[in-house]
């Protein structure tokens, strides 16, 4: 301090550093601080084992010298732990039981997909039922891999499940390795003509199965095409139904190729299809006619007409062991129908005879009727709904079935032709009578019924559908009534049209001559000759 200031002292404490103050006042004292080791705490209460104390193996170097080496432990080390096994070695598979139940719920864990019930119980029985089951796309793959292994099953029903190409991909697979599968339903599943080519690719590897049901899959001719390729190749399929599928002339000249290596069949549906060729259906019963296996033939609902298929059905009708035909809903009448029934007297096994809803005339089912005279003819089952008849036949059918060899013989029809006759003058004179009377009752106008017939006639010889026939006789004058019509062409009825009704001219102008012979169209002019030229004269030119 410096001497020049002067400094009053008011009050001096005086403080001594080394002196603490008592206990009481310490604020560590009053604060209690837990125990925060754990290990400790759990040490006290008998929870925890700090070990021996050495140093764990994990912290240290692995190597083998290392581990010799090092002061605080001399552990062995680990020579492999299975790296080698399980880079270098496949993972041991998994073997499933023959019935398949525990692959299928395995796979379907694997996949994501929900267990069919109904698919699992059915793989210990003979027959798996899917029908109508609306199966996931995804599944397809699961029972392509079950059907693989499965031991029991040997009917596959998978009636209107859509299938994708994926899913005939794995069934394709499946048919490549099963061994128990003989019959598969693939009715309505639209595979279409890309899945029927994988389906059948690894077809002729299999030798079990033997129906294959394609109905309703929207084959085409391409899909027919990788079929008769696979039974060309040895494919052991004996009964296939291709109903249903649009198929043309071309699906069955494949079949016909493919018969000429592989020919085993014994059952083939070709119903419902757009065959029309008569060519096509000899080569076809020409081909079945040399397999003394084959038993069935459907070809209804396919328009086939004409004499030659008439002599097709007689040429696979030589077939002995040929039992069953179904031509029913097609166009088959008059020659076609000789040669059918001259084929049924010769012989053969033929047991059913289906021709119900063709245009056949009376005298048709008359001819058919016939050969069941016979003993030696096997034919049991006559069927010809819609098909109508003359109380001949009845009498006949009768006189049949009363013999002892047709006990058990049935003969359906579709109905009988009741012809209405007057005491003393006959229907059809009665009708045309009138007719002729109301065409001259008109003085100015008057025609003949039998002259514009005969001119129709002259004119196209075939049978002439209702309304056109109509149609002309109005157009030439003839006042008709719409019951003389009808009473006209039924009473003259020609062969009957899918959609229409006929009227059969020739049968009417005979009556006619009959009845009016002198009545006939002028003879027709000779050509008038042609004109001749007139002679060109020339000019002779005036000298100069």
């Not at 109508?132 to 029972?143: E, K, L, S």
């Not at 292994?149 to 499946?174: A, P, Q, R, Y």
């Not at 009377?437 to 196209?460: G, Q, W």
């Not at 010889?461 to 157009?475: N, Q, V, W």
Request: proline share 6%; with cysteine.
């Amino acid at each position: 301090m410096s001497e020049n200031h002067d400094v009053e002292v008011i009050f001096e404490k005086e403080v001594d550093s080394s002196e603490e103050p008592p206990m009481e006042e310490w604020l560590s004292v009053m604060l209690q601080i837990p125990e925060e080791n754990l290990k400790r705490i759990n040490y006290g209460k008998g929870l925890y084992d700090p070990g021996s104390g050495e140093i764990c193996a994990k912290y240290l170097s692995m190597s083998a010298s290392s581990v010799l080496r090092h002061p605080y432990f001399n552990y062995p080390a680990v020579i492999d732990p299975g790296i080698h096994e399980a880079l270098l070695n496949p993972e041991p598979a998994n073997i499933y039981p023959d019935d398949g139940q525990e692959l299928y719920l395995t796979l379907c864990k694997e996949a994501g997909l929900c267990p069919i019930g109904s698919f699992y119980r059915q793989l210990l029985q003979n027959k798996i039922n899917l029908r109508y089951y609306g199966v996931h796309p995804m599944a397809f793959r699961v029972i392509s891999m079950v059907l693989k292994l499965n031991k029991f099953v040997m009917i596959l029903d998978l009636t209107d499940n859509w299938i994708s190409e994926d899913g005939c991909f794995h069934l394709g697979e499946m048919l490549a390795k099963n061994n128990t599968l003989k019959v598969l339903v693939l009715h309505g599943c639209r595979i279409g003509s890309e899945g029927a080519r994988r389906l059948f690719v690894n077809l002729p590897q299999n030798s079990v199965l033997r129906e294959l049901n394609l109905c309703k899959n929207r084959l085409n001719d391409k899909g027919v095409e990788y079929l008769a390729n696979a039974v060309g190749l040895g494919a052991n399929i004996c009964n296939i139904d291709l109903s249903y599928n649009s198929l043309t002339d071309n699906s069955v000249n494949f079949l016909v190729d493919a018969f000429e290596k592989n020919n085993k069949l014994t059952h083939l549906n070709l119903s419902w299809n757009m065959i029309q060729s008569p060519n096509t259906i000899f080569s076809l019963c020409s081909k079945l006619a040399e397999n003394n296996a084959f038993v069935e033939l459907n070809l209804s609902w396919n328009s086939l007409s004409g004499l030659l298929i008439g002599k097709s059905i007689n040429l696979l009708l030589r077939n002995k062991n040929f039992s069953y035909l179904n031509l029913s809903n097609n166009r088959l009448y008059g020659p076609a129908i000789n040669s059918i029934a001259a084929g049924i007297e010769k012989g053969g096994n033929l047991v059913l005879l289906d021709l119900s809803s063709n245009p056949l005339l009376p005298e048709d089912a008359y001819k058919l009727l016939l050969p069941m005279m016979i003993s030696s003819v096997k034919l049991q089952k006559l069927i010809l709904h819609n098909v109508y008849v003359t109380p001949d036949f009845i009498k006949l059918r009768n006189e049949i079935l009363s013999m002892k060899f047709r006990e058990n013989a049935e003969i359906e029809y579709g109905g009988v032709y009741a012809e209405a006759v007057h005491k003393s003058v006959h229907l059809k004179d009665l009708v045309l009578n009138r007719i002729d009377y109301l065409s001259k009752k008109s003085k100015k106008r008057s025609v003949d019924i039998a002259l514009i017939v005969m001119e129709l006639y002259k004119s196209n010889k075939e049978p002439m559908d209702t309304k056109p026939f109509i149609r002309a006789l109005k157009e030439r004058g003839l006042p008709l009534e719409e019951e003389l019509t009808d009473q006209l062409t039924s009473l003259f009825a020609g062969p009957p049209k899918p959609k229409s009704a006929t009227v059969n001219l020739a049968a009417m102008i005979e009556y006619f001559k009959r009845k009016w012979p002198e009545r006939q169209l002028p003879p027709t002019p000779p050509p008038e000759p042609e004109p001749m030229p007139n002679p060109v004269i020339k000019k002779k030119q005036k000298k100069k």
